[in-house]
């Protein structure tokens, strides 16, 4: 397993995130339909200790018709993966932390997102 499917399966396992968006959780680019809906992507990648620990940056951006939708949405994102120490289907995350969220409009869309940028310190990809 990976990181990105790691996080795709504890998102898609919380209830209260998927009572928000349903299955509307995507990993990479913003699907284009869905409201409201998630996606996230990793922006930023660090190895550590020899290969054997890693460090990932990943966005999780959360979007809505309504700045309070998406705002709750975010929070409940942020709520799952602050401080985070725990084996997500067999998948070792050392360490998840917040480092940013904003509201921002999508004028194109019509949606507002709220992008939530959460850094993941785990083993290497492999599951014993």
Request: charged share 20%; net charge negative.
């Given at each position: 397993?990976?990181?990105w499917?790691?996080?795709?399966?504890?998102?898609?396992?919380?209830?209260?995130?998927?009572?928000?968006?349903?299955?509307?959780?995507?990993?990479?680019?913003?699907?284009?339909?869905?409201?409201?809906?998630?996606?996230?992507f990793?922006?930023?990648?660090?190895?550590?200790?020899?290969?054997?620990?890693?460090?990932?940056?990943?966005?999780?951006?959360?979007?809505?018709?309504?700045?309070?939708?998406?705002?709750?949405?975010?929070?409940?994102?942020?709520?799952?993966?602050?401080?985070?120490?725990?084996?997500?289907?067999?998948?070792?995350?050392r360490?998840?932390?917040?480092?940013?969220?904003?509201?921002?409009?999508?004028?194109?869309?019509?949606?507002?997102?709220?992008?939530?940028?959460?850094?993941?310190?785990?083993?290497?990809?492999?599951?014993?």
């Amino acid at each position: 397993m990976m990181l990105w499917e790691a996080i795709g399966y504890k998102l898609l396992n919380e209830a209260e995130i998927t009572a928000v968006c349903s299955a509307h959780i995507y990993h990479s680019m913003r699907p284009e339909e869905g409201d409201p809906c998630i996606n996230y992507f990793e922006i930023s990648y660090m190895p550590l200790a020899n290969g054997e620990l890693e460090m990932a940056l990943y966005q999780i951006s959360c979007r809505a018709s309504t700045p309070g939708a998406a705002q709750d949405l975010a929070t409940l994102v942020c709520t799952l993966f602050h401080n985070m120490k725990e084996s997500v289907n067999g998948f070792d995350v050392r360490m998840a932390t917040i480092e940013n969220k904003m509201l921002l409009p999508e004028p194109e869309t019509g949606l507002y997102h709220v992008p939530v940028d959460v850094r993941f310190s785990h083993l290497n990809d492999t599951v014993s």
